[in-house]
């Protein structure tokens, strides 16, 4: 079993800044891959970034590559991803999950299949 507790969203300026963190408990950091997604009101969740075990491969939706940098710190338990250049749109509840199983490439990443457990979420609210 994995408990994921997300935190660092607020309400922030368009062009702004947030760092997200998701701390996990119950299993070694090391032992699981970890993705983000968001999802806004009325829309499908949706993928933001994902990081494997190791932290030397990452994965990003094209909606944020270039404006967010996901990384681990795999002694203290903890996922981040730091946003930056924040749109309007980016505005949504941030999830991050916990996958268990071995799998390669971004397809797998990016999937919601691909994960085990969740957390509760975050808000992320962009005003313009």
Do not use: H
Request: hydrophobic share 30%; with cysteine; charged share 15%.
């Amino acid at each position: 079993q994995v408990q994921l507790v997300e935190s660092g969203g607020g309400l922030v300026q368009a062009g702004g800044s947030l760092r997200l963190s998701c701390a996990a408990s119950g299993r070694a950091l090391s032992s699981i891959a970890i993705g983000w997604f968001r999802q806004a009101p009325g829309k499908e969740r949706e993928f933001v970034a994902a990081i494997n075990r190791s932290g030397g491969n990452t994965y990003y939706a094209d909606s944020v590559k270039g404006r967010s940098t996901i990384s681990r710190d795999n002694p203290k338990n903890t996922v981040y991803v730091q946003m930056n250049s924040l749109k309007p749109e980016d505005t949504a509840v941030y999830y991050c999950a916990a996958g268990v199983q071995y799998y390669s490439g971004s397809y797998a990443y990016s999937n919601e299949g691909s994960y085990d457990y969740w957390g509760r979420g975050t808000q992320v609210t962009v005003s313009s």
